[in-house]
């Protein structure tokens, strides 16, 4: 353990003597997150449109309505069931709602409403506008209890005293203490995935990829240089070698990401959400990312070669993973073609977590693809290691 720790020690300390690693660390990702975020900041607000199909046609359905179009962040419109389907396949729209029949006596009841939610594949606000509609509902389940318990002690019927709560939080002061009582019970209502959070997200694995990448390229300048061939006399064996290199590059993966994450927190203002979940998330993306430059340094002689296709790799699986911009806005087969990135997988992690506020739960599929495409990358390129 102690030769693996050594060998660990001294290449930290030389990826961390260079003030370019620094630059290309820190430097580089906050000044895309910032160039990149600041556009999608302001477009992405004005794109999130939502179609809704009210089947239910009730006093409750209609009054859910009422509060989602009160909504800044997003656009909902009332249309047919027909016509809501075309725009979601003319990307016209980012998702649809259906109250189906049985909305509101479901309500009365205190059961789960009848609501189908249908999306664009990898769209990236899926989880804010499903965050969005838990948010509503809550709400007017709380105004639908109060008004019942209300009309309990008065002669007028629930939906009367409805009308009458909403009409009395529709003034200020009333409107504060209504925001404040659901505020206790529902704490990811400040997950916001604005575009700072976003680019944050994708700039930090960008340039982590592109870290590890040159990171990585150290096993070809040491098997080049002869390096291995000296450590390979001492009394270390390839498998403390190896795992001495491979716990370097996954300790430096980790100090870039809570680098990145302290100053995105710090200058932007991104929330990145449940810490238990960005700790499983971050890891298993980091399994892949160093197994990814493994295999690159695998397959090419020269830490040249390995920088010339790596970087290729890097940036175009990045574009295609939503890294850059979200997936919802380029054509459905690349929609489709995300799906073999690993990027994509890591987005909607983070996704769910900045912006659903989601937990361990809610990020299991793209941990599980990404722990996948791990397995993967680290079988071909310890495989395929040269030793001399």
């Avoid at 009054?63 to 016209?92: C, G, H, P």
């Avoid at 390839?238 to 980790?254: D, K, N």
């Amino acid at each position: 353990m102690k030769k693996i720790i050594t060998i660990c020690l001294f290449e930290l300390k030389r990826t961390f003597k260079k003030p370019s690693a620094y630059v290309l660390m820190l430097a580089m990702p906050l000044l895309f997150t910032l160039l990149f975020g600041s556009i999608l900041g302001s477009d992405s607000e004005q794109k999130v449109k939502v179609s809704i199909v009210d089947e239910d046609h009730t006093e409750l359905s209609k009054l859910l309505v009422d509060q989602l179009q009160q909504d800044k962040l997003i656009i909902y419109s009332i249309v047919s069931s027909k016509t809501a389907d075309e725009q979601l396949k003319n990307q016209k729209v980012h998702a649809i709602y259906y109250l189906q029949k049985g909305f509101e006596e479901k309500m009365l009841s205190h059961r789960d409403p009848l609501i189908l939610f249908k999306h664009q594949p990898n769209s990236t606000s899926a989880p804010l506008i499903k965050q969005m509609m838990k948010q509503n509902v809550s709400t007017l389940q709380l105004q639908l209890t109060a008004a019942q318990n209300w009309s309990k002690y008065s002669d007028d019927k629930w939906d009367v005293m409805l009308k009458r709560l909403l009409n009395l939080s529709q003034s200020k002061e009333n409107k504060n203490q209504q925001l404040t009582s659901f505020s206790t019970k529902n704490h990811s209502t400040n997950h916001v995935l604005s575009g700072l959070s976003y680019s944050s997200a994708g700039f930090s694995i960008m340039f982590v990829m592109i870290m590890m990448l040159s990171v990585t390229g150290i096993i070809i300048e040491a098997r080049k240089t002869g390096v291995w061939s000296r450590l390979f006399t001492t009394p270390s064996s390839r498998v403390q070698v190896m795992l001495g290199y491979f716990l370097s590059f996954f300790l430096i993966g980790w100090i870039q990401f809570i680098l990145l994450m302290v100053s995105s927190s710090i200058f932007f203002g991104v929330k990145w959400g449940n810490p238990l979940g960005v700790f499983i998330l971050i890891t298993s993306l980091l399994l892949c990312v160093v197994g990814l430059g493994l295999a690159i340094a695998s397959l090419v002689k020269t830490s040249e070669q390995q920088n010339a296709i790596g970087t290729l790799i890097i940036v175009s699986t990045c574009m295609l993973g939503g890294v850059y911009w979200p997936i919802s806005i380029v054509p459905e087969f690349m929609q489709k073609m995300a799906n073999f990135v690993p990027q994509s997988w890591a987005m909607k992690g983070f996704t769910e977590l900045i912006a659903g506020g989601g937990s361990v739960s809610d990020i299991m599929t793209p941990v599980i693809v990404l722990i996948g495409f791990s397995l993967l990358f680290l079988s071909i390129g310890l495989s395929r290691v040269r030793y001399q």
